[in-house]
């Protein structure tokens, strides 16, 4: 497992404003646009605000940077539980992104309609490669439950649109989601999860581990068919170095 330890999440959201500049700017100067996919919840909150701020603001050529969304809770743009409406508020609304580079989930849409046009939305956007969607970069999180987008354990998704995204349920509070498909997930060209904190300790050694059952959570079946794999996590969470 490639794991890269961080002091501070705070040094985890520096580090990946720095990756994302460059990799947005490198792409510009040979005309080609960059297509990442964020999470929603707590632990991206920091990322997103350092990305608003210098020297990511101005440096990184947003007209280059499309954004997605791994998931997103079946709730209207404005609601607090949307991943879409946290990343305006902190990110979208504070830099230079053409609105036509805003690929968002409808949350409040009808999810079974919804999953299809979002999936013609990837579509049209990535390029293909084993006959699915290429994201450059997934930016995944996890729960303590081992959840990553809204791929739940023991749950699959509902109905699915072309492999890349289907409806789901939270199995605990019911909310309607809607998640990209582990397949479009494992076939990025990076992915990146982003976890700190004590509470996702035990989960993260046991899927490292290998441990009997840790196949069950749905971060473990995170496991890129061609691209690359990392966790970047912080030091409280690194309770078990080996
Ligand atoms: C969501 C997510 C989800 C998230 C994890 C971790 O919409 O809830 O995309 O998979 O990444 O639940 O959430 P925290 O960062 O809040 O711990």
């Known amino acids: 497992m490639n794991i890269k330890i961080f002091n501070t999440p705070g040094e985890i959201a520096e580090a990946v404003s720095h990756r994302l500049l460059s990799a947005v700017k490198k792409g510009s100067q040979v005309n080609r646009k960059f297509n990442l996919a964020v999470s929603g919840g707590s632990t991206p909150k920091l990322l997103f605000n350092r990305l608003s701020e210098e020297p990511f603001q101005q440096g990184i050529p947003w007209e280059f940077l499309h954004i997605f969304w791994v998931d997103e809770r079946c709730v209207p743009p404005g609601d607090d539980e949307s991943n879409y409406g946290m990343t305006k508020k902190i990110l979208l609304d504070k830099v230079n992104i053409p609105a036509e580079n805003i690929h968002r989930i409808r949350g409040e849409e009808d999810p079974s309609d919804e999953v299809h046009r979002y999936a013609e939305d990837i579509k049209m956007h990535l390029t293909v490669k084993n006959n699915l969607p ?49 397949d479009i997930i494992n076939n990025a060209a990076e992915i990146s999860f982003l976890v700190t904190g004590k509470d996702k300790a035990e989960t993260l050694d046991q899927i490292r581990n290998k441990t009997p059952g840790s196949s069950k959570y749905p971060a473990a079946k995170i496991n890129p068919v061609w691209g690359t794999l990392e966790w970047l996590i912080d030091k409280e969470i690194e309770i078990n170095p080996k």
């Open 134 to 182: 290429v994201f450059d970069w997934i930016l995944l999180g996890m729960g303590s439950d081992g959840h990553t987008a809204s791929l739940f354990p023991n749950s699959d998704l509902i109905k699915t649109a072309g492999n890349i995204c289907g409806t789901g349920v939270h199995p605990v509070s019911g909310q309607n989601r809607i998640s990209l498909t582990y």
